[in-house]
């Protein structure tokens, strides 16, 4: 099951979280009547208001299994025949009994995983007394997922005594001694013998039901109400905290998504996919926080603003497991002026020459009010600001840079994109009814229509897909990036249930589902869903062989495509020689394939992502310690050698200038003491090698002289077009 929460930083004195002592049995717990009416209520939404509009009846064969995979998401407490067990006993009876609301079904289901799971800890804990085999030759398979739970009580023996093996490895690799280790792994089995013995109603109805609603796809849940009071709080101070989104995956709380101005964005540290294994708070120990309930792990990073928290993760790219990076944070408040679109020019070499090309880094899609002058300022209006301080300094091309970017408001999205067009439709939103609306941009001004690349990830999302999408469908802009965009082409609507439920008593309140109720579309009628907008230009990256796509989640909506808008008939409002032809893409096309197969910096990128790849394709790990240490070591001697040669890289990184939006809070983020200003901006060369060497956007650049060059003549007449329809946006 894959929660989330939104990491906020309370500027209220929260108290210190009070444990009690977990009851030494387990006590039974059942559903109450508001979870029966509740359980109803979602079966009807779900079949009602989802986007799909599918009848329970289609996924109830999936949901049993389901169900217990995201309880024992490792496959190692219950066994096969557990498992048929439950089939048989449920599986007829299941569609029935979800329509009367009766949670029979997975609270026996519950039951009896907390019946084997305290077993198995007991056995566990007696076991940790024993002795450990590091010298082996056998591996164990951490993710399985996909694997068949153990046919027996003797296998499952086995396989957990090779997971302890695994756990005890990871703290003896990154040098603690055994006795340590032992202590660690034996605290985490307390603390999930403690968890289980008080989980309560509540939660087994949530896991129940979000298993269900994740059958139709995977942003629709449950929440109860505990987790909607949490979810509302959270949306209350939302502008406060370390700016992290979590999810509960696999035991592990996983970084999902960096807040835009957040202390997490901006220190750059933790990264998408992180995994947090223990927290610590300044001056104390770290906490083991792997199996602990995503509500504790947040309670943990919450705290006094100004005070740091220190977060031990496993690095979305780390090659073996075993892997420990602690992040040090300070709590603070979300600076909106820090995740606001910033600019920079850049002087990019071409021939005998260097042609400035200006970049436009947007965080999200944001509209913001009273930031101090008695205005509103968005995304639009910044974007727009920048391009005209861009302009005044004589730039020939300009790059949208939006690989961070997860989405944020669509109106800001169409505004943006009529930045760069005069008018026309630029995204279609189909509800669940099937109906059509078209958003268009009816702005006539154009802010500008020179050459223009749009720089994208699979990290960019939603909004910034329908921009990507939309310019490249006017044939307005060259998109550039990896093999598609994040493919999130969905919107969800949250429908509260106690506007559909009569009052049972008071304090008696119900909870929430998330439900997905809308679909995006371009122009063309092509779907963002699951595919993405795939650029015109490909680079090469290590993203590809991470599972952190639409389309690597569980239950994604399918891509299709819809009649197209009336979008042509806006080409003939915007000079026709400004569109991107064929031709001229096939000729920048090639210009970049050669430069990929000729320069030392692809070579670099390229002998990086082979070595991951690789290390991504080894599931089964070694329980060997000799073996495991020797590995690190060629890890690390391969990783030094990339670092030197990327030092070697960054060094020759082109000159570049800031261009400020017109705000002092933002200038004051944004200077770097000691570097040496021109015109009031600072300035920064090859020597700075404060940032990471950006492959990506270095040879964006080069693309944006390309497209320069080799357009040269159809860019002076649509200058010239542009003036005269009317010239910059207000």
Known sequence: M???FRLIISLLLLGPVISTAAESEPREITPTRMMTAETRLVVSLLEQAHFQGRAVGGVVDELLPGFMSDLDYHRLFFTQADHQKILKEHGPTLETELRRGNLRPPFAIFSLYRERALNRIDWILERLDGEFDFESDDNFVVDRRKMDWPADTAEADELWDKRLTYELLADLLNDRPIEEALDNVRRRYERLQRSLLEMDAEEVQERFLTSLTKLYDPHSSFLSASTLEDFSISMRLSLVGIGALLRSEDGYSTIQELIPGGPAAIDNQLQPNDRIVAVAQDGEEPVDVIDMKLRRVVDMIRGKKGTPVHLTVIPADAADSSTRRIISLVRDEVRLTASRAQARIYEVPRDDKTIPVGVISIPSFYGMVGQGNGTDTSTTEDVAELIDRLKEKGIQGLVLDLRRNGGGLLTEAIRLTGLFIETGPVVRVKSSDGR????????????YSGPLGILVSRNSASASEIVAGALQNYGRALVLGETSTHGKGTVQAIFELENYLLPMGAGVKPGATKLTVQKFYLPDGQSTQNRGVIPDIIYPSFNEYLSIGESDLPNALVWDKITPADWKEALTAFPVRSQLDKDLISRVQSASAKRKEALEEFNYLLENIDWFRAKQEEKAISLNLEKRRSLREQDE????????????????????????????????????????????????????NNERLDIHLRESLRVMTDLVELGRPLWSESAVTAQKSGGNRN
């Open 2 to 4: 894959k929660i989330t």
């Open 436 to 447: 059509l609306r078209v958003d268009n941009d009816e702005n006539q001004k154009v802010a």
């Open 637 to 688: 001697s391969f990783r030094q050698s990339m670092r030197e040669r990327e030092k070697e890289l960054a060094d020759k990184a082109y000159a570049y200038n800031r261009i400020f939006l017109d705000d002092a809070d933002q200038r004051e983020e944004e200077e770097t003491p000691g570097i040496e200003e021109m015109d009031g901006n600072p300035v920064t060369g090859p020597a700075d």
